[in-house]
Structure formats: structure tokens, C-alpha cells
């Protein structure tokens, strides 16, 4: 038993010896060269599911708002062909149109169709 013990003292002998002879290497902690992974981001940020939700609904009151513009210069130009074609009807009432047609009123009817094309675009879209 007696050799057992010492073949197990220069085993342990040896390998401290080499342990030693490597600046101890072996036994020594491993440090790690790479930097340090970033961080997650924070929490307080907006989860993307709402940023997709938000920015939806902000193209929705895009739409809207560009919608409720088309409208209003809608109703400016019936209001507007309302009275360019009332205004031609005053006219033609008054004058007798066979012996005589007006440069003013061929004008006002070039008027009265710009402002039913550009109506005719805005119903469109």
C-alpha cells in the first residue's frame, strides 16, 4: 500500500511541476477577451404591434383628413357651377339666341365645362 501511495504522491508531484512549469495555465482561470454583449432595449419602447397599430391609424386620419379636404372644394364647385350656370340661364333668357350668341356666353360655357371635369376628377378620386 505503501507504493500505491507513493506512485499517487509523484503523479500529483509531476503534474503540480508542470502546472507550475506553464506559468499555470491550467489551473488558472480562462479570461474572456470578448466585450460584453449591448444590453436589450428598453423596456418603455412602444411594442411593435402598437407602432404598427399607431402608424396605421395615423394614415387612416391622413386619409381622412385629405378626404374631408376633397369634399369641401367639392361642394365649393357645384356651389360654384351652380352659379356660372344660373348666371348663363339669366343670360340666354334675356337675349334672343338666333339672331344672336354672345362671346360672353360661349365663355361662361367653357367655364361652366372646366368646373364639371375638374368636379367630374374629384368624384372620381
Do not use: W
Request: charged share 30%; with cysteine; aromatic share 4%.
Amino acid at each position: 500500500m505503501g507504493e500505491t501511495r507513493r506512485r499517487f504522491l509523484m503523479t500529483l508531484a509531476a503534474a503540480a511541476s508542470c502546472s507550475v512549469a506553464t506559468d499555470g495555465s491550467v489551473l488558472a482561470q480562462v479570461h474572456n477577451t470578448k466585450p460584453f454583449p449591448t444590453p436589450p432595449e428598453a423596456a418603455e419602447k412602444q411594442n411593435p404591434a402598437e407602432a404598427a397599430a399607431a402608424a396605421k391609424s395615423d394614415r387612416q386620419n391622413a386619409k381622412r383628413v385629405a378626404l374631408q379636404q376633397n369634399e369641401k372644394e367639392f361642394r365649393a364647385g357645384v356651389e360654384r357651377l351652380y352659379r356660372l350656370t344660373s348666371e348663363l340661364k339669366q343670360e340666354v333668357d334675356k337675349t334672343v339666341t338666333t339672331e344672336i350668341f354672345s362671346v360672353q356666353m360661349y365663355k361662361r360655357t367653357e367655364e361652366i365645362e372646366k368646373v364639371a371635369k375638374s368636379l367630374k376628377s374629384k368624384a372620381k378620386g
